[in-house]
């Protein structure tokens, strides 16, 4: 509300990660490797959908409320469990399709309450359901396949971010007024301290979010999103007002609430009984 350039502020965003990343390898507080020209041609996609699918939200949020900003996002495990399927990682349990559904189905009876109904808005976010899928599904595939730390894949991420973000500011029209205004506003203090709050945040986000995909799938980091999004919904509603609230719209938030913690009951369980994993002679020897 203070600072309207949004794109502006996720360039410092990811300047400040790349930054970070880079004094935390020198120093040795990371073991992170420095920049690789093969990995970078390889992780170039994710950094292309993750833009991508920054700026595709960002744009629909001008013609969607954060609630169901927030409800349409929760299509995202219906998408990759989709993507997950025709990728060869197998037939989900059946407990995990039907809390999937669920979460889906809670946000399309959401969107039929909503009074503020955006065509163009709700088009928007769905491409960015889209585009979150796709770099949710290679940062797992990072991970699993090349052996990369989600503090790479972070660094990596920003680290490619750069130019197309710079390009993005420069023709939107953001920069240079975005600068001077920024400037402008760092004489005051309380912005200073919102301003470095929001790039922290930012930051752990992201850290947490490709670790968590990393070391479980895409499709719980989205599941855990649509938990997350509990809080989210609610701020959405009470603090930033301007929401209709319909009994179409709570309801499909509720049950939209309900299939995320299905979710996580049903994958809880399924871990809980699973095997445990015969270790061979040649790994026993390796360890």
């Known amino acids: 509300m203070q600072y309207a350039h949004s794109m502006t502020l996720l360039t ?4 400040a990660t790349a930054l970070l990343i880079h004094i935390g390898r020198r120093m040795g507080y990371t073991k992170a490797k420095g920049v690789d020209m093969t990995t970078a041609k390889k992780l170039l996609p994710v950094s292309l959908f993750y833009n991508a699918n920054v700026a595709f939200a960002l744009a629909s949020l001008k013609g969607v409320n954060i609630p169901m900003y927030i409800a349409i996002k929760r299509l995202t495990p219906l998408a990759v469990l989709i993507a997950g399927f025709f990728s060869g990682k197998g037939k989900p349990t059946t407990q995990v399709a039907l809390s999937v559904l669920l979460t889906a189905a809670g946000c399309i009876i959401a ?3 909503d009074f503020s109904f955006d065509l163009f808005g709700y088009s928007l976010a769905l491409i960015s359901v889209f585009f979150q899928t796709m770099y949710l599904v ?7 396949e090349d052996g990369l730390s ?7 991420n920003s680290f490619l971010s750069l130019p197309f973000l710079l390009f993005l500011i420069l023709i939107t029209g953001e ?3 975005s600068l001077s205004l920024l400037i402008a506003k760092s004489y005051s203090f309380t912005f200073l301290v919102i301003l470095t709050l929001s790039l922290v945040m930012g930051i752990v986000l992201n850290f947490t ?4 995909t990393i070391v479980n799938s ?3 980091t989205t599941i855990v999103g649509v938990l997350k999004g509990v809080g989210s919904t609610t701020l959405g509603f009470v603090v930033l007002g301007g929401v209709q609230v319909h009994t179409l719209n709570v ?6 609430t309900a299939g995320g913690v299905w979710y996580s009951y049903a994958k809880y369980h399924q871990k809980k009984n699973k095997p445990p994993k015969v270790i061979s002679d040649v790994e026993a020897h390796r360890k």
């Open 12 to 15: 410092l965003q990811q300047l």
């Open 150 to 156: 989600s503090v790479e894949i972070m660094f990596y």
């Open 138 to 144: 290679l940062v797992e595939k990072s991970g699993a």
């Open 251 to 256: 309801t499909g938030l509720v049950i939209n």
């Open 111 to 113: 969107a039929i309450g």
């Open 175 to 177: 920069f240079p007024n």
């Open 209 to 212: 979010m490709f670790l968590c």
């Open 218 to 220: 895409a499709l719980t």
